[in-house]
């Protein structure tokens, strides 16, 4: 991507003091023409804030916000270009469904001779053809989706908002929207910004994902990099399960560092900056459910780094996995969470078995407490 | 878990008593016939109505003769010839429809954005004051707020001994058309503001952010998306309006002095002054049939679903 381009949104020291509550604390973050970013985090961590304050319904206190190189906190959201898809969709119920895609077009003075054809070419994109006449209350949840995005994409906005439209979708239907999601912005390459508390959905969909969590930006990545290199354990813990050990930093050489944990040594990859390493420090050890592997017998778990004994303490059946909860009083008192997920080895472990587990250091991420 | 029937919330302990002592009176619980006994006091309520409708009817068919003062023994349509040939009728009917129209076109223009404001500030203290203003009119009766009016607007009135301050002569503000129209708006405001509140109340504000993100300004946002989304609140605020304005009695007797009758003060003065009856009657259904027929005309102009009285719009 040309380094020099103009990025399509971006944020700096933006902040929001509502009375009483410091809504978003100094958010920084740029994103590229195109792409597809999602807010991530849970309710009260200022992620819809920080979407409301980019499609100007808010004034940030503090900091600029610019579209497209434009510094834009003055600008009223009726001037501004972007398209919004709200949380309850907002349509409305007054209009068919080629009415509420025509509304942008005639509030924005669009040519009135070209309207009906921009319409139907948008209902079309968003597969609603043949349903331009009914109401809202006429066409089921899904539809109702495709007839807000229509409407939020038909003046071809700068900039596409989701403010959580699916959350109040069933399962199915969700990640059939998200995938339809991806494939509409893929199809006009509109800059996008998704707001979500749900993890899978920002995994599946997005280029890039802000994690926030209390009105601040936790960390700024890819999907990929969001995963496999959390910044701490707000992050480690909100994206996937995760189990979390508190121990101390026993030595450091570059990223691999030793910690103990009661009596036990073990080595894991250092997340925080180098800077906080101090010998001694406190530290929070993250290991993934689905990173940890579990056998009754040692020898064919393969080769591990870090290996424990424990016993069953309860199982739970979802599905395409189990879920295992492990006491290992080594580790602490809080249970170990393992998922299994051998599709060719169905032979479950019953409460109360003993049991072999074990992870490699590469997976477990060690952050020094604050 | 078993509870003590004693640890039952109050209200379910009442409600047990209730239904005890009903099944003491009813044992069978009345069966499918307990709907229809419920109704039966609002039939009878509506049916003494008709009673005396029919009453009225009847009396509409007598004329008075002026010289022995009795009723014709035999029904005549004379009283109907004389309603519709009588010039002072007319004025009086078509006063009574103007106003009615006028007031009520006001009355919505000025309660659209007190409700709006009361239900969309987010100043708590600005809503509460709003609503007390409101409500505090509900307690002085229409009479004692219109004998208000004449001191304030009386010739030794607040009003002109303000202007005659500044040296403007004593206006005649009272006992003309615009100070009956006037006194009636000002009644008729808190009905209509407490009717459309609701309807404001269940537009959601995101329909109105979303119309500004779409691009629509302020003014456009109103026109296109709150006022129609409004329309059946307006509806039914303008026909309580028109209703209670067309058959108002006090504000055209006391702000109009009895130059500016209404259809209710002539149907007055014939019961009461003139006492024919016959006439009265005659005049009384003739306001009910314009009445009937005004509401007639607002249902088949924006349909009776406009209301949301048609179940299948939820």
Known sequence: ?370 | MQRSPSSYPLMWRVMDALEAAFAAIWPKGGGKYTPYLMLTPAIVLVGTLVVGLLYIGDSSLRTLDKSTFQFSEFWTLENYVRAFSEPFIFTVVWRSLMGAVIVTIVTLMLAFPYAYVMVRTPNAFLRKFLLIALFLPFFIGQVVRAYGWLIILGNQGIVNDVLGLVGVEPLRLLFNYPAVLFGLVQYMLPFAVLMLAPALTAIPEEIEAAAGSLGASWVETMTHVVLPMAKPGLIGAGLVVLTLSLTDFAMPAILGGGTQDFIANAIYDQFFRTSDQGFGATLALLLIALGSMLVGVVFAVFGAGTLALDGSQK
């Open chain 1, 1 to 370: 991507m040309n380094t020099h381009s103009i990025p399509a949104v971006s944020a700096s020291n933006v902040e929001m003091q509502f009375p009483g509550l410091l809504a978003v604390k100094d958010a920084n973050f740029e994103l590229d023409n195109g792409r597809f970013l999602t807010i991530l985090g849970p309710s009260g961590s200022g992620k819809t804030t920080l979407l409301r304050m980019i499609a100007g319904f808010l004034k940030p206190t503090r900091g600029e916000i610019f579209i497209k190189g434009k510094e834009v906190s003055a600008v009223a959201p009726n001037k501004r270009s972007v398209g919004m898809v709200f949380q309850k969709l907002a349509l409305f119920p007054h209009m068919t469904a080629a009415q509420n895609v025509a509304f942008p077009l005639k509030m924005r003075r669009f040519d009135a001779k070209k309207i009906p054809a921009r319409v139907s070419e948008f209902l079309n994109l968003v597969r609603l053809d043949g349903l331009e006449d009914r109401r809202m209350n006429e066409l089921s949840g899904g539809q109702q989706q495709r007839v807000a995005i229509a409407r939020a994409l038909v003046f071809e906005p700068d900039l596409l908002l989701l403010d959580e439209p699916l959350a109040a979708l069933d399962r199915k239907l969700r990640e059939e929207m998200q995938l339809e999601f991806r494939r509409i912005q893929k199809e006009l390459g509109v800059t996008t910004i998704n707001v979500t508390h749900d993890q899978r959905e920002a995994l599946v969909v997005s280029d890039q994902i802000i994690v926030m969590d209390h009105g601040e930006i936790q960390q700024d990545a890819s999907p990929t990099q969001m995963y496999r290199t959390p910044h701490n354990p707000f992050v480690a813990n909100f994206i996937g399960v995760t189990n979390l050990f508190v121990g101390q930093l026993a030595a450091v050489s570059g990223e691999a560092v030793d910690v103990t944990i009661g009596a036990l040594t073990l080595s894991g990859i250092l997340r925080s900056s180098p800077e906080t390493a101090v010998l001694g420090a406190q530290v929070r050890c993250a290991v993934r459910a689905e990173q940890i592997r579990i056998s009754a017998a040692l020898d064919a778990l393969g080769e591990l780094d870090a290996a424990f004994q424990g016993t069953v303490k309860d199982v739970i059946f979802e599905g395409e996995r189990l879920l295992y909860e492990l006491s290992i009083p080594e580790l602490g008192d809080d249970p170990v969470r393992i998922f299994h997920h051998d599709q060719n080895d169905f032979a479950t472990h019953d409460v109360g078995e003993t049991v072999h587990i074990g992870w490699m250091n590469r997976d477990m991420h060690i952050f020094v407490a604050p």
